[in-house]
Nanobody, 126 residues
Framework: QVQLVESGGGLVQAGGSLRLSCAASGRASNTYTMGWFRQAPGKEREFVAC????????FYTDSVKGRFTVSKDRALNTVYLQMNNLKPEDTAVYSCAAGTLIQRGTYYYPNVYNYWGQGTQVTVSS
């Protein structure tokens, strides 16, 4: 069992920045691919970014490339999502997820992840 606890959401003006954190704990939690997803009202859950395990490859959805940075502190077993130049369309509930044995071609599917955090609201005002 893996537990994920997110923090760092909030309200920010367009062009501002936020950093989300996702602390993982539990058995072998440092051997999971860690992903960030978001869900806006009335929309489906959308892949944002991930750090693959093993290997550490990083992937982003096109709409956040150049603005968001995902990183992992292995000592703290925490994954971060640094979000810069935020736009109103980034408004959503952001959730982190952990999955095992995720293949490169499937990391953007929510259903390949085994564990989810509670989510944190990010609101970007125009």
């Amino acid at each position: 069992q893996v537990q994920l606890v997110e923090s760092g959401g909030g309200l920010v003006q367009a062009g501002g920045s936020l950093r989300l954190s996702c602390a993982a704990s539990g058995r072998a939690s440092n051997t999971y691919t860690m992903g960030w997803f978001r869900q806006a009202p009335g929309k489906e859950r959308e892949f944002v970014a991930c750090v693959m395990w093993p290997g550490g490859s990083i992937f982003y959805t096109d709409s956040v490339k150049g603005r968001f940075t995902v990183s992992k502190d292995r000592a703290l077993n925490t994954v971060y999502l640094q979000m810069n130049n935020l736009k109103p369309e980034d408004t959503a509930v952001y959730s982190c997820a952990a999955g095992t044995l995720i293949q490169r071609g499937t990391y953007y599917y929510p259903n390949v992840y085994n564990y989810w955090g509670q989510g944190t609201q990010v609101t970007v005002s125009s």
